[in-house]
């Protein structure tokens, strides 16, 4: 049974930083690629960055490109995102996911499994 459970996340000012975690069991971990998404109230579920299975490769929205830092420790079986300088608009719930693909993929619906999120709320 596969599970990803997300932690980390929290209320925080804006300019301030989190770092979340994805602890990832009954999976091959290191043969995944492993991306973060985040999806505001009314909002499409966006990815906010990816890596590739080694972590030689990343990918990131935008909006969060030199804020935030993906990576992976595969002999922990384990996902983060370090978040700084947060603002207000990157209040969201923050999902971590496993793709089956061979390269980073971007699109909610091209992973195959999910964790079940963890709020991050950035007051002004």
């Known amino acids: 049974q596969v599970q990803l459970v997300e932690s980390g996340g929290g209320l925080v000012q804006a300019g301030g930083s989190l770092r979340l975690s994805c602890a990832a069991s009954?999976?091959?971990?290191?043969?995944?690629?492993m991306g973060w998404f985040r999806q505001a109230p009314g909002k499409e579920r966006e990815c906010v960055a990816a890596i590739s299975r080694n972590g030689g490769s990343t990918y990131y929205t935008d909006s969060v490109k030199g804020r935030f830092t993906i990576s992976r420790d595969n002999a922990k079986n384990t996902l983060y995102l370090q978040m700084n300088s947060l603002k207000p608009e990157d209040t969201a719930v923050y999902f971590c996911a496993a793709d089956r693909a061979l390269g980073i993929r971007t699109t909610a619906r091209e992973y195959d499994y999910w964790g079940q999120g963890t709020q991050v709320t950035v007051s002004s």
């Open positions: 009954g999976l091959t971990f290191s043969t995944k690629v």
